[in-house]
């Protein structure tokens, strides 16, 4: 048995003790406790000491693109998003396997380092499915599917169940699908895989009321998006606008009936808000790829007043900084003077419960996966230690899924040098 101790551990956002440790055998936490009620238990095989340091639930992300880790500063931050979908392409344009997996590994390092235990990773190419099923990280891979053109529906979906009929799923690695958004998915498409998503008994996520042109082009059919569509020969000659808000084009296709993961959600209205309460459906926030966009305030507090489950996402480094959800609270409590209790339930419980793990990961509890990480506080600080949480100087110095150790700054300890290097 490992214990894992520091001066302050954070069990679930309404639970902090003092000189606290977390008693670890094998992949589970065995006991959550005071160091002065534990050190003299005669199965210890070691003491892992993190002095003045928080220890958390593992932080989950539960929206990113790791297999654009390398584009970090290599796309223009502009409020225009057809721009940065065209920077996207060109930028990939001529990149073959090796590029794709070293941008994953770097990604898995990042997470890991910054104290994440769970991803839920989109992946266009397939790439993810491969290089995230290796690596340490608790994970869920949506598989991205995209076409327009309602006539290539059943194509599409015998391609896709076939991609993920050769995927072996574990403890560590589920997957998903992802009708990418309403701009780039028919809704005959998104019927289809609602029907699939079903029938595998996967989850399923999109992305959604992103951007005003988003909502002009479900509207009108006008705007940005039908110029990108076709240059980039993508917009069926058939295609008419719904003439719907995107909550309620996404209604239409069902999707809202399966309990999806809606990622962004920028900008939807008080009675789209209503509809999402009424679906059960997460929403998955990326509060500083928001503002590399330059969005307008984002309706977190409307979100949550609805009691609608907010968790919290990086995107991806082709329009943020790091890949760090304390990096996003940190973002959130200087920006949106969000309560840090608040704050932690989105980057753990609510994060769980999105993607279906509440009942294994999320919360510091007997019984549940035992996914870590510690945030080491200033070492000058008088302020609580909420304050000393949300520091701009502090950081994670330790991080274990499932009992395993994958990163303790403390100690160089690295037990995946492939992901760690």
């Not at 190419?125 to 491969?130: A, M, N």
């Not at 869920?140 to 391609?159: G, S, T």
């Not at 699908?177 to 998915?185: D, E, G, K, N």
Request: with cysteine; aromatic share 8%.
């Amino acid at each position: 048995m490992i214990l894992v101790k520091a001066k302050y551990l954070i069990t679930d956002p309404e639970t902090c003790i003092e000189h606290g440790v977390v008693a670890v055998k094998d992949t589970k936490i065995h006991h959550v406790s005071t160091f002065d009620k534990v050190k003299n238990v005669a199965e210890i095989e070691r003491i892992i000491d993190l002095g003045n340091a928080v220890i958390l639930p593992g932080l989950i992300n539960v929206h990113t693109h790791l297999d654009l880790t390398n584009l970090h500063h290599r796309i223009k931050p502009t409020n225009n998003f057809t721009h940065w979908v065209f920077q996207l392409i060109g930028a990939r344009m001529r990149w073959k396997d090796e590029d794709y997996n070293s941008s994953l590994e770097k990604g898995i390092r990042f997470c890991i380092e910054s104290g994440t235990t769970t991803a839920a990773d989109v992946t266009n190419t397939g790439h993810s499915f491969s290089v995230l099923k290796k690596s340490p990280l608790r994970k869920v891979v949506y598989k991205e599917v995209i076409d327009l053109n309602p006539d290539h529906v059943r194509n599409v979906v015998k391609k896709i169940q076939s991609e993920l009929s050769s995927i072996i799923t574990d403890d560590l690695f589920n997957i998903g699908l992802s009708p990418h958004a309403p701009y780039s998915a028919s809704k005959e498409l998104y019927k289809a895989i609602v029907q699939l998503a079903h029938d595998m008994h996967i989850p399923v996520c999109t992305h959604i009321a992103e951007t005003r042109d988003e909502i002009e082009f479900l509207l009108k059919g006008s705007g940005n998006f039908p110029i990108l569509l076709r240059q980039l020969r993508a917009l069926p000659d058939t295609w008419h606008p719904p003439g719907l808000t995107p909550i309620h084009y996404l209604r239409e296709t069902g999707i809202l009936d399966v309990n999806p993961i809606l990622i962004h959600g920028n900008y939807i209205t008080d009675e789209e808000i209503s509809v999402i309460k009424s679906s059960g459906a997460s929403i998955a926030f990326c509060p500083r790829s928001h503002h590399f966009f330059g969005h307008t305030d984002y309706p977190i507090q409307k979100l949550l007043h609805a009691e609608i489950n907010v968790g919290l996402g990086t995107d991806s480094l082709a329009s943020n900084d790091t890949l760090s959800i304390l990096d996003e609270m940190k973002f959130l409590s200087r920006h949106y003077s969000m309560l840090p209790k608040t704050l932690l339930a989105m980057a753990t419980i609510h994060g769980a419960r999105a993607l279906g793990l509440e009942s294994r990961t999320g919360q510091i509890k007997e019984g549940f996966e035992a996914d870590l990480c510690a945030i080491k506080l200033p070492d000058f600080h008088t302020g609580n230690m909420y304050n000393q949480l949300f520091d701009v100087s502090s950081k994670n110095i330790f991080t274990m899924v499932a009992g395993a150790i994958c990163y303790n700054a403390l100690h160089d300890y690295n037990t995946s040098s492939r992901f760690l290097v």
